[in-house]
């Protein structure tokens, strides 16, 4: 299937082991995937991300942060994939103000170790 969806939209495929996916993130101007952790890496690397995710349950959105937090546009449908493609690659300004404004739901501060030692330090014995 992944092939026809190639061909219909024009979009390249690369399967997951043909390249580092860090590079290809950043390299990029937006990423769709499937099930698949890039869409919380292209997330958190401020990217358009969108997710197609065809003939899954409800219930295994749960597994796809960026999707719970609403930061991304989805489809359950095929159908619709034509539609997130339109809108993750759009130049329209205010398009593209929606997408980060939407990803900033789901962004971090770069801090986590930071917290994390302050929370060791605080609590070690005889603090």
């Not at 495929?13 to 390249?19: G, K, R």
């Not at 969108?50 to 449908?77: D, H, K, R, V």
Request: glycine share 6%; hydrophobic share 35%.
């Amino acid at each position: 299937m992944t092939s026809r969806i190639t061909e219909f939209y024009g979009h390249i495929f690369l399967p997951f082991q043909s390249c580092n996916t860090r590079d290809l993130i950043s390299s990029a101007n937006s990423i769709t995937a499937g099930r698949s952790t890039v869409l919380t890496e292209a997330c958190l690397l401020d990217k358009n991300v969108g997710a197609f995710l065809p003939e899954i349950e409800n219930e295994e959105l749960e597994a796809f942060p960026p999707i719970t937090a609403g930061a991304i546009p989805y489809t359950l449908s095929w159908g619709e994939i034509e539609n997130v493609f339109r809108e993750i690659t759009s130049e329209n300004p205010q398009t593209l103000n929606n997408l980060a404004e939407k990803r900033k739901r789901f962004s971090t501060d770069g801090m986590a170790s930071q917290r994390l030692v302050r929370l060791i330090e605080d609590n070690l014995p005889g603090q």
